[in-house]
Every structure is written in structure tokens, then in C-alpha cells.
């Protein structure tokens, strides 16, 4: 079996008839002064906790950067942004209920040394331009040096990326190829509307450094970080889009780095499909847990909008509270696990056709927010109602409360945007 065919196999190994979400949110640790705590402190904590858990504590590079309890994990990001994943499951109530019991765990810990969590798009000293990324240091993993060093070359906001910058992301499943292209092909065209939805900044006014554009800060950063890795997923509006098209995609992205057998390499900017055929890595002599392993690595090293793996990671989210996230769960789970909401999608969204529309629309939301006009001439604002509202229609009791969430979220930015404009 070749290369791209085990690639494309493993893509397809994710087919399942469940309709489970799962939620990973990374959120900022610091100080009453917003000063984010330290890789060793942080590190030793998660050495400890997750011993005292019973939990698999994970190293990288030979220091303790995250566990996993079987019903979720921990790890450390570039800057010791703090993420929880959670287990994919099917209501919404579990998830809520995991991350409660993962926050009861840690506020404490971290109150006691004077710290608590900020869940912010930005770390919020850099958004107000009181500090800059220069002032953060990255945690000691090869991985991230790695990385910092290419992003100096491959675009302008590789620092912010990497230090100041966190998210909230959605999983969900796909039943076939077809439904993984049908998904895929709807999640793109609305997720512009889902990055202003869950816009999460500390001041309405910022900016980036240097330019006007007064949203979706965090996504300027990404689209602007590295062109070869970043943005919509490459080729998914082709015609033969699907698992073997997606398996090119990740083969073909350039890798930075290569983990392999517990030691990470720096390759540039080497694909995976280029180490095989100049035989950095012999494929074929390779066991099927290590091939398994490095795929999910090339998978990792692609940072576009979606990732298609065993799942749709949904990638577009600010940090946002729990109840602002699980809102947002609730938002997807209305809108993609519905027959009826996809049909309805498709037919308001047929005028959509590529990459280069939902694009526009983004650039003109990061300009107009919610005022942004954007398909069919409706404003992001008109389209944001509607996802809620359909939504909301599909929706049991208990999902109904949890979309509340998103809907306050979304209405208080929009009130502020109208009082603003109106001022």
C-alpha cells in the first residue's frame, strides 16, 4: 500500500454514524497584571496533577507538558497557552460537565500562586499594545523553535500566532466521503459568520499593529502567518475533491518540523511526500503504529481553517468562557447534525462557489463586523441570525439553553456595534 493511500485510508477509517462534538479550548494563564505564568511553573503543576490523577502524564522534549484522564487531556501550547481537549461525545451536558470538574481542579491551583484563566482571542497586554510577542517567551520544546524561526520568513505575525494568540475548537463527524465534502463544503462557506459570532477581544477599537481592520484580529494574524499552511483547505471546492485530494493536501504541505520516534528534527521546508521520495523516511520499513503516529503529524503540521482528520476540526473560534463555547457546540451541532438545516444551508449558500467568495467575505467582516455585507447581499449581522435561528429549530430543550449562550454573546456585540455606529 502506498504512501497517500494509507493517508487516505486513515482519513476514512474516521467514517462513523455518531453524531458526537468535541471541544478544545486554550485559554491564557496570568496574573492580576496579565502576565502569563511560566513554562517550568506550569509544567511542574501538570507533572503533579496528573500524577495525582492517576492521569498519563505526556513529555515532550523530556518535560511534562500535558496529561490525559480518559476523558480528556491537557497541553501546553507555544507560549503556555493552556488547553483542555475534550472527548468527543454526544451531549452537550458531559462536556460541560468535564470541563467544570477540569476548572475545579485548577482555579485553585492557580489562585493559591495568584494566577486564573483568561479565555480572550489575544492575550489582551499585547492587544492593547502594552507589551509586544518579543516580550513572551516560548516554551523550550524543539517543536516551537522550530516553527518560530520559519515563520520569521514565511510571513508577518508568526510571534503572534504563536504567543498571543488563543482559540476555541469544534470536532465533528462525518458518516461517508460525501458527507465528509458535504460538511466540509457548508462549514467553510458560514464559517466566516462563526469567526464574528465568537469574536472574543478585549477592546472594540484595536488593531494590529499597523493596520485598520478592526475584527476578527486573530484571524488577520493567521492569514497573514504562512500561505503554504494556512487558510480554507486547498482544493475542497475541485470537482474530485475527497480523501485521496485531502491526502495530497497534507502530503504536500510543507513540514517545518518532523517528530518521529520521540526525537523532532528541524526539515524546513520539506513535505512529507519529498522526505519518502529522498528517503529521509523509509515508509515501507516502517511498523504501522510509527506510520499511524507520523501521519497524524503531517495532519498537525497543516494549520488551514479545518483540518480533516478522523474528523472535521472546526479552527475559527476565539477563546470564549464555557457557556460562550458551548453555545457555540450547540450552534454546530443545530446546524450540521440536522438533514433539514444542511438542505437549507445549500440552498441559501449555492451563489458560493470557491475559496476566493468566503474569503471576501471574511476580509469584509474584519473590516465591517457584523455590518460587513457579504452573500447575497446581506449583511454578517442578517446571516447570524439566521444560523441561530435554523439552529435553534432542530434543537432539543436542553441544546436550546446552551445556544442561549451564543445568541448573548453575538447580541452584545452587535448592540455595541449598533450603539457605536449610531453614536
Not at 497517500?4 to 485510508?9: F, G, N, R, T, V
Not at 465534502?181 to 467553510?188: G, V
Not at 504541505?253 to 523516511?281: M, S, W, Y
Not at 463555547?325 to 451541532?333: E, H, P, S, T
Request: with cysteine; proline share 3%.
Amino acid at each position: 500500500m502506498g504512501f497517500l493511500q494509507e493517508i487516505s485510508d486513515y482519513i476514512r477509517a474516521g467514517e462513523s454514524d455518531d453524531k458526537n462534538l468535541g471541544l478544545e479550548i486554550e485559554h491564557f494563564i496570568v496574573n492580576d497584571e496579565g502576565v502569563q505564568i511560566g513554562f517550568h511553573e506550569i509544567s511542574e503543576l501538570i507533572d503533579k496533577v496528573g500524577r495525582e490523577l492517576g492521569a498519563e502524564v505526556i513529555y515532550i522534549d523530556h518535560f511534562p507538558v500535558g496529561y490525559y484522564t480518559g476523558e480528556y487531556s491537557t497541553s501546553l501550547e507555544p507560549s503556555c497557552q493552556f488547553e483542555i481537549s475534550i472527548n468527543p461525545y454526544s451531549d452537550l451536558e458531559t462536556i460541560e460537565s468535564i470541563y467544570k470538574e477540569f476548572r475545579s481542579i485548577w482555579d485553585p491551583i492557580f489562585a493559591e500562586r495568584g494566577y486564573h484563566f483568561e479565555t480572550k482571542g489575544n492575550l489582551p497586554l499585547v492587544e492593547k499594545q502594552v507589551i509586544t510577542p518579543d516580550d513572551i517567551p516560548l516554551s523550550p520544546k524543539r517543536r516551537y523553535k522550530y516553527m518560530d524561526e520559519y515563520f520569521m520568513e514565511s510571513g508577518r505575525y508568526g510571534k503572534y500566532m504563536m504567543r498571543a494568540s488563543a482559540s476555541a475548537q469544534v470536532s465533528i463527524d462525518y458518516k461517508s466521503e460525501e458527507d465528509m465534502i458535504r460538511k466540509l463544503t457548508i462549514l467553510q462557506k458560514i464559517s466566516p459568520i462563526f469567526m464574528i459570532i465568537m469574536e472574543n477581544k478585549s477592546e472594540e477599537d484595536s488593531t494590529l499593529p499597523g493596520e485598520d481592520k478592526k475584527h476578527l484580529f486573530r484571524t488577520q494574524e493567521w492569514d497573514d502567518l504562512d500561505p503554504s499552511r494556512t487558510g480554507f483547505v486547498p482544493h475542497s471546492f475541485d470537482s474530485d475533491f475527497g480523501y485521496d485530494k485531502m491526502a495530497d493536501v497534507i502530503s504536500d504541505t510543507p513540514l517545518i518540523l518532523l517528530t518521529d520516534e520521540g526525537e523532532t528534527i528541524d526539515v524546513g521546508h520539506q513535505t512529507a511526500r519529498e522526505l519518502i521520495d529522498n528517503q529521509v523516511l523509509y515508509w515501507d520499513g516502517i511498523g504501522e503504529e510509527r506510520r499511524k503516529k507520523l501521519i497524524e503529524h503531517f495532519m498537525s503540521m497543516g494549520f488551514f481553517h479545518f483540518r480533516v482528520k478522523k474528523y472535521i476540526e472546526i479552527r475559527v473560534a476565539d477563546s470564549v468562557p464555557i457557556l460562550k463555547a458551548l453555545g457555540y457546540v450547540a450552534l454546530i451541532k443545530g446546524l450540521i447534525y440536522s438533514e433539514e438545516n444542511l438542505k437549507k444551508l445549500e440552498e441559501a449558500l449555492q451563489s458560493v462557489e470557491d475559496i476566493d467568495s468566503i474569503q471576501k467575505a471574511v476580509e469584509a467582516i474584519e473590516t465591517n463586523g457584523f455590518n460587513a455585507k457579504i452573500y447575497d447581499g446581506k449583511t454578517a449581522g442578517e446571516w447570524a441570525d439566521y444560523l441561530i435561528d435554523i439552529a435553534g429549530n432542530s434543537l432539543g430543550d436542553s441544546d436550546k439553553e446552551y445556544l442561549k449562550g451564543v445568541r448573548a454573546f453575538w447580541s452584545d456585540s452587535e448592540q455595541k456595534n449598533k450603539n457605536k455606529q449610531s453614536a
